[in-house]
């Protein structure tokens, strides 16, 4: 069975930094694309990055460009997000999922509160 | 980037009914389109990719059809476990975009 668990999330003051983290497990990780996606309360999804097989090929939307940064590590089953110079704007669950365009299996959420 | 919409935003229906949600993009996608499922609380559920194809393990009541710039997905008989929001997303150019959602709840 497929599973991706997040962790990381949490609360964090504005101008913070946070790193995300997501164990994957179930299937064969170095195979596959993974992204990031987003979701603010009540709010729609957000496609946030990408990464290929070996790290090597990475796309962000551009509001993210500069602030945060995918990588993975595939010795561990894992992926990341590291976000800097958090914004309030920047509160949402936050989302590991498989594939490069659509995705076919996600992690519950972490759910990240950028706050004073 | 391109943008989708959805309409409607909000549908109110009845088990058995048949309903139809239209995701329009703002330029041609070809058939690089995806559909989404999500329940209050949970992640959500790839139902179609490439614009009519049905994910392994969703029901058939759940279709797809468009190209370019026009997409529908299609429940042809809705069921309680249906009542969620359903998400498109372009998978044609960077950045990824979803479209806004359409909220499908019990009349």
């Known amino acids: 069975e497929v599973q991706l668990v997040e962790s990381g999330g949490g609360l964090v003051q504005p101008g913070g930094s946070l790193r995300l983290s997501c164990e994957a497990s179930g299937f064969t990780f170095t195979i596959y694309w993974m992204s990031w996606v987003r979701q603010a309360p009540g709010r729609g999804l957000e496609w946030l990055a990408n990464?290929?097989?070996?790290?090597?090929?990475?796309y962000y939307v551009d509001s993210m460009k500069g602030r945060f940064s995918i990588s993975r590590d595939n010795a561990k089953n894992s992926l990341y997000l590291e976000m800097n110079s958090l914004r309030v704007e920047d509160t949402a669950v936050y989302y590991c999922?498989?594939?490069?365009?659509?995705?076919?299996?996600w992690g519950q959420g972490t759910l990240v509160t950028v706050s004073s | 980037d391109i943008q989708l919409t959805q309409s409607p935003s909000f549908l109110s229906a009845s088990v058995g009914d048949r309903v139809s949600i239209t995701c329009r993009a703002s330029?041609?996608?070809?058939?690089?389109l995806a559909w989404y499922q999500q329940k209050l609380g949970k992640a959500p559920k790839l139902l179609i990719y490439a614009a009519s194809t049905l994910q392994s393990g969703v029901s058939s009541r759940f279709s797809g059809s468009g190209s370019g710039t026009e997409f529908t997905l299609t429940i042809s008989s809705l069921q309680p476990g249906d009542f969620a929001t359903y998400y498109c997303q372009q998978l044609n150019t960077y950045p990824l975009t979803f479209g806004p959602g359409t909220k499908v709840d019990i009349k």
């Open positions: 990464i290929n097989q070996d790290g090597s090929e990475k």
């Open positions: 330029q041609a996608i070809s058939s690089y």
């Open positions: 999922a498989r594939g490069r365009s659509w995705v076919d299996s």
